[in-house]
């Protein structure tokens, strides 16, 4: 054999023995926190990050659903070309481990494929599932949040409502948890309700504000009965509405409009409301 040919050979020998290199990720793309590692020799491929969507996580049944709201995020993981795959079964048990060492419960499983289920950080509920493919896994999570509400009612809706049933609720007045202080982004909000008030110069109006029931009742009475005057301030100092067309009162969680028993709901129940005065 000739020096070049037996250079050739040794070259060849030693790529084909060589083991194969980890694919990098895919750019922009890395773990969730919640799931800071992943099964060995796997990479990538592929993510997506949504700030409000929808996922439905997996039943035994497929004619149920466990569809969740919030910040969704899929990544798909792909397994490095010639590296050994992991079976469907270590896939669930790793994540299943994983789970429980962040304080979370399973929900649903298939042991060979897929488990769900879900966890509670820093008071907020997040749901993860991990499905387990030929040469790929699929991790989906869902940090559950309330839409953040862009489309503000304006004022001649308002006016409808306030004639038709005496109140309205407006849901675009933000406040800090626990604060009373009225956030910049409610401008749209108090801007048509300002517009409300003066095409109607005889128009008084209650503003009563309401709070979830986490907490201490006394407490969310006081921060509602404080959110309520801060509203009718601000209508007051920036919009030169007269201060004895507003009243404000605060009802905390006495008057909720929807459970409370999951964030989607809560939400519902933090909200200014309009209530026509004599």
């Not at 060995?40 to 996922?55: L, M, Q, R, S, Y």
């Not at 270590?90 to 979370?104: C, P, Q, S, T």
């Not at 940090?143 to 004022?155: F, L, N, W, Y």
Request: hydrophobic content about 40%; some cysteine; glycine content about 8%.
């Amino acid at each position: 054999m000739n020096k070049n040919l037996t250079r050739a050979f040794l070259v060849l020998s030693l790529v084909i023995a060589a083991p194969a290199a980890a694919e990098p990720d895919r750019k922009g793309c890395a773990d969730h926190p919640l799931f800071p590692t992943r099964m060995p020799d796997f990479f990538i491929v592929d993510c997506k990050t949504v700030e409000f969507d929808a996922f439905a996580f997996k039943m035994p049944n497929p004619r149920t659903q466990n569809r969740q709201e919030g910040k969704v995020t899929q990544i798909t993981y792909q397994l490095t070309r010639g590296k050994q795959d992991a079976s469907g079964v270590a896939v669930v048990r790793n994540y299943e481990g994983a789970l429980a060492k962040i304080g979370g419960t399973v929900a649903q499983s298939d042991p060979n494929r897929w488990v769900n289920g879900s966890v509670v950080i820093d008071g907020r509920e997040a749901w993860v599932e991990a499905e387990k493919g030929n040469g790929k896994i699929w991790l989906r999570i869902v940090e559950k949040q309330p839409m953040k509400q862009h489309i503000v009612a304006d004022a001649l809706s308002m006016s409808n409502d306030l004639k038709a049933t005496g109140h309205v609720a407006v849901y675009g007045i933000f406040f800090d948890t626990g604060k009373s202080v009225v956030k910049p982004e409610s401008k749209p909000a108090l801007d048509e309700v300002a517009k409300l008030l003066k095409a109607d110069p005889a128009l008084k109006l209650w503003v009563v504000g309401h709070t979830d029931w986490v907490g201490q009742v006394s407490d969310n009475m006081r921060l509602a009965q404080a959110r309520a005057e801060a509203v009718a301030s601000e209508l007051v100092s920036a919009h030169g509405i007269a201060a004895s067309r507003l009243k404000g009162y605060g009802v905390g969680p006495l008057a909720p409009v929807a459970g409370n028993d999951d964030e989607a709901g809560r939400a519902k129940n933090r909200r200014v409301d309009l209530v026509k005065a004599p």
